[in-house]
T-cell receptor
Framework: DGGITQSPKYLFRKEGQNVTLSCEQN?????MYWYRQDPGQGLRLIYYSQIVNDFQKGDIAEGYSVSREKKESFPLTVTSAQKNPTAFYLCASSRPGQGKGYTFGSGTRLTVV | SQQGEEDPQALSIQEGENATMNCSYKTSINNLQWYRQNSGRGLVHLIL?????REKHSGRLRVTLDTSKKSSSLLITASRAADTASYFC??????????FGAGTTVTVRA
């Protein structure tokens, strides 16, 4: 079955560390997205990518970095510059222009310890 | 930036009742989408309505769109315990990314 896989499900980060969240899809979708969700709030866009080797900043890109070397993969690195990284991170993919919605992964919950 | 705003923030209903939630947005859109999120999980796409459509149905879901008022509503009929979740509207303004509202938390009591 096609889908989108995020790993790990839970991640703990020490102060000053960089951590990388994985997102892989086998849906042959061109576009991929990273969102951050804080408790009781909606989703805020961190980065998105329409094609391989290209990506754009979303609304809250500071302290995060991404790469898109393969169509299937869009990893997110939370750097030490992100001062409040504790949140639920969601990856999604889509095929723009098809009139269909996003497919989401099951999320990674990041906690700073 | 978050364009959509859902109302109410929370809703509690008895099993078998209908649940209605609303979404307002600020700028013109290509389409509006509704998603469901169970606690601690990813979002699931429910339904998409294009800007030139006024109403759409999918199973027990009914979505309306009023572009003149920049608003949409989601109706869940004959609710079940499994409908307990948060529901989000998301707008596509043609800039290749969705903007999500803060969601409506629906609790269906047995």
């Amino acid at each position: 079955d096609g889908g989108i896989t995020q790993s790990p499900k839970y991640l703990f980060r020490k102060e000053g560390q960089n951590v990388t969240l994985s997102c892989e899809q086998n849906l042959n979708h061109d576009a991929m997205y990273w969102y951050r969700q804080d408790p009781g709030q909606g989703l805020r866009l961190i980065y998105y990518s329409q094609i391989v080797n290209d990506f754009q900043k979303g609304d809250i890109a500071e302290g995060y970095s991404v790469s898109r070397e393969k169509k299937e993969s869009f990893p997110l690195t939370v750097t030490s510059a992100q001062k409040n990284p504790t949140a639920f991170y969601l990856c999604a993919s889509s095929r723009p222009g098809q009139g269909k919605g996003y497919t989401f992964g099951s999320g990674t919950r990041l906690t700073v310890v | 930036s978050q364009q959509g705003e859902e109302d109410p923030q929370a809703l509690s209903i008895q099993e078998g009742e209908n649940a209605t939630m609303n979404c307002s947005y600020k700028t013109s859109i290509n389409n509006l989408q509704w998603y469901r999120q169970n606690s601690g999980r990813g979002l699931v796409h429910l339904i998409l309505i294009r800007s030139n459509e006024r109403e759409k149905h999918s199973g027990r879901l009914r979505v309306t769109l009023d572009t003149s008022k920049k608003s949409s509503s989601l109706l869940i009929t004959a609710s079940r315990a499994a409908d307990t979740a948060s529901y989000f509207c998301a707008t596509d303004s043609g800039d290749y990314k969705l903007s999500f509202g803060a969601g409506t938390t629906v609790t269906v009591r047995a």
